[in-house]
């Protein structure tokens, strides 16, 4: 039989005092708000029973998860409402209370963040598209708030995180065209988060391990997409196939490379990556690498699950990508430019 929980418990785990916690829980004066906060999120936490004890039942999990408002209401919205579906599913499963808040990415600020971990008496938070920064990971120790990073991760391993394959699932978009035989090809890649760059380098691992094989990178900071394409249909980077960082980008050239006006015959192979609604929708039909968003949501609320059952151990993990073939890869002898 697993032993109950007891002051001493929830006093090893804070580092405090057995006094200090005996104080809390009995909403004592003297105690800073801030320790009362965390003796009695412990104490849930451990299942803990006492009377003093307010808000959720014992044992019972508060998360908040910062999505991304910019991302949830443009063409990545699809990306994100898959990860928050998954997010909601394993926390109802868990018993885990999830208050999924949208956030101005652009104005992610600490006091912002701390404001709605309070806001929702959350006792972790889960960080959706949203890049951890010094201040931010030293306040969530200080305050022993357990943190995981949502389709991101952190280089340094200061935060947990989940996230697709990207470093493979790039490498593997990258064998795609060059099985099919091509052998100058163009990566885009937008600014430089830790998980696109991921993207960019499988995209240079698998160049580097074909004999003849040439890539070229391009930036979005260098050349928008509109400024790329006219590049392309230029002849300016004698490519014959691009591999994009993601759809959206993949998408918005797909009209001008097979229409009427192109100076690609039959056509130019592109492939993107996440396999967004839009690349169904397209015409043809974008060939990229699907990623399970709903798993990534799930997998992140496991982890805070985790930490917030008291592990310490820092974990990065990654979910699967496959292949969605499209129609949008031709094998180098059927390809010709104008």
């Not at 003093?52 to 991302?71: E, F, N, Q, Y």
């Not at 280089?155 to 795609?176: C, D, E, H």
């Not at 230029?234 to 980008?249: P, R, Y």
Request: charged residues 20%.
């Amino acid at each position: 039989m697993q032993k109950r929980a007891n002051q001493a418990d929830i006093a090893e785990r804070l580092g405090v005092s057995v006094s200090t916690v005996s104080r809390a829980l009995a909403n004592e004066i003297g105690i800073s708000e801030a320790v009362r906060r965390d003796v009695q999120r412990m104490a849930r936490t451990l299942g803990y029973k006492s009377k003093h004890i307010t808000g959720m039942a014992a044992g019972d999990k508060r998360a908040v998860a910062l999505v991304p408002l910019g991302s949830a209401t443009s063409g990545l919205s699809g990306f994100y409402f898959g990860i928050v579906e998954g997010m909601r599913a394993q926390a109802a499963e868990a018993g885990m209370v999830l208050d999924v808040r949208l956030v101005n990415e652009a104005v992610v600020t600490l006091d912002m963040i701390r404001k709605q971990i309070a806001q929702a008496d959350a006792g972790g938070v889960l960080l959706a598209g949203i890049d951890p920064w010094d201040e931010l990971i030293e306040w969530c120790g200080q305050e022993n708030i357990p943190a995981v990073l949502v389709n991101g991760s952190d280089p340094k391993m200061r935060l947990s995180s989940v996230s697709p394959a990207n470093f493979y699932g790039a490498f593997q978009a990258t064998q795609r065209l060059l099985d099919a035989g091509h052998r100058h090809i163009l990566h885009y890649t937008h600014r430089y988060r830790p998980t696109i760059l991921q993207r960019q380098r499988g995209f240079e691992a698998a160049i580097a391990a074909t004999p003849g094989a040439v890539g070229t990178i391009v930036n979005t900071a260098e050349r928008n997409t509109a400024l790329l394409l006219a590049d392309l249909m230029a002849g300016k980077h004698h490519v014959t196939a691009l591999f994009s960082w993601n759809d959206i980008a993949a998408v918005e050239m797909l009209e001008a490379l097979y229409g009427p006006e192109s100076p690609f015959t039959p056509s130019f192979s592109i492939i993107g990556f996440d396999d967004l609604p839009i690349a169904g929708m397209a015409t043809p039909r974008l060939s990229t690498m699907r990623v399970d968003r709903e798993s990534i949501g799930r997998g992140a609320v496991r982890l805070l699950a985790q930490h917030m059952d008291g592990e310490t151990a820092i974990q990065q993990l990654e979910t699967g990508v496959s292949l969605v073939p499209g129609e949008t890869i031709f094998n180098v002898g059927t390809f010709a430019h104008r």
